[in-house]
């Protein structure tokens, strides 16, 4: 597998599922196997196993796409490979070309793509063309393929989107093993990458319109963070943005919230999107207050779980904000309808999912 949070995510979900898992991945820093979980809040577990490999400076990945191959073939060897499962087209090409060694396992793609026609940005756009040719080479020929949102059956062929080759597994959620902090009366939480098509400029500009005493924390960050501030600070002093924070002190300020917000825009780049914040959201206790998107409709509804509003709409998106302020039997009910509902998605649940998926094909 490829490295990331949500790779880490799933690793450790067929671990706990019951299953051994290999997970290996690139190592930009000397910190040891325990310290690299717990950048993602996550601990060891005794079938998970983690090989972390350095990799060249930039992009040069090769050294990370060999051990994988490596420790393919050293498990195949010893008849202990059940299946491959990646999200990174070179590496599972790589791994393809040894496929007559492996005993027959599946390979299984793991795609969180979506088509370049829905990225804005031209610089990304020729990025996501480059790795959806890669794409298409890999889905001509693999044993099967675990997407993220029902949209992107659309990118397969049809000798995959047609068949039972195809498992639609979005996100999970994971418990905090870390004692629940105090709420911050007032406190308004984002949590998440800052890119345009999250929102963040609208809920800066909706901070304006909040009752007094309410403040917002935007938690995350990447390079456009100083421009976000610079917006913010027309925002009378209720907004702060962290910047990046490690994944454990990112979820601590999120449980001490008393709302959680998702402001997305209403854009086709969201309609590939496995919210994975909002599943951290549900989890935290904070009530929910999110745009009324696809992407979260599977999971949010109205006045029953969480407050949607319209996207890209600051004085509804206050509003919402400001009636949760104002009623804290609400912010119970909908926080403790939301809690409720994760039930079954769990990324121990996904991870036996996936575990039975392999076994399918």
């Known amino acids: 597998m490829a490295g990331s949070g949500f790779a880490a995510n799933t690793a450790l979900g067929l671990a706990e599922a019951g299953h051994a898992t290999l997970f290996v991945t690139g190592r930009s820093d000397p910190s040891d196997d325990a310290a690299a979980l717990a950048e993602y809040g996550l601990a060891p577990h005794p079938r998970l196993e983690l090989r972390r490999v350095a990799y060249l400076a930039g992009r040069l990945r090769f ?5 994988l191959v490596r420790e393919v073939l050293r498990l195949a060897r010893e008849k202990r490979l059940r299946a491959v499962l990646g999200r990174n087209p070179k590496a599972l090409s790589l791994v393809g070309r040894f496929r007559r060694r492996l005993g027959g396992v599946p390979l299984v793609f793991e795609m969180h793509g ?7 940005d031209a610089g990304k756009r020729r990025r996501a063309a480059r790795r959806r040719a890669r794409e298409r080479r890999l889905l001509d020929w693999i044993d099967g393929v675990v997407i993220v949102a029902e949209p ?3 990118m397969l062929p049809d000798r995959l989107a047609r068949g039972s080759r195809v498992l639609v597994a979005p996100a999970g959620f994971r418990d905090s093993a870390e004692p629940a902090p105090e709420r911050v009366s007032g406190r308004v939480v984002y949590l998440g990458q800052l890119h345009e098509h999250k929102g963040i400029e609208v809920l800066i500009d909706a901070a304006a319109a ?5 403040s917002v924390e935007i938690v995350g960050g990447d390079d456009r963070v100083e421009d976000l501030r610079h917006r913010a600070s027309r925002a009378g002093g209720r907004v702060t943005l962290t910047g990046a924070l490690p994944q454990r002190e990112a979820l601590a300020r999120l449980r001490a919230a008393e709302v959680a917000v998702a402001p997305y825009l209403d854009l086709p ?3 590939y999107l496995t919210p994975t914040k909002i599943y951290e959201y ?3 206790g904070a ?3 999110a745009s009324d998107v696809p992407c ?6 109205d006045g029953d779980n969480s407050l949607l509003v319209r996207p890209g709409r600051p004085v509804e998106l206050a509003t919402a904000i400001a009636r949760l302020a104002r009623d804290p039997a609400l912010r119970a009910r909908l926080s403790a309808r939301a809690r409720e509902d994760l039930a079954g998605r769990s990324w121990r649940e996904r991870g036996r999912a996936i575990a039975e998926f392999v076994d399918s094909l």
């Open 63 to 67: 050294p990370v796409y060999a051990a």
């Open 114 to 120: 979506r088509p370049p026609e829905a990225i804005e």
């Open 152 to 154: 992107q059956r659309g």
């Open 210 to 214: 909040l009752p007094p005493g309410a």
């Open 269 to 271: 780049y969201n309609l």
């Open 282 to 284: 549900m989890a935290s």
């Open 287 to 289: 009530a929910v207050v």
């Open 296 to 301: 979260v409709r599977g999971l949010l509804r």
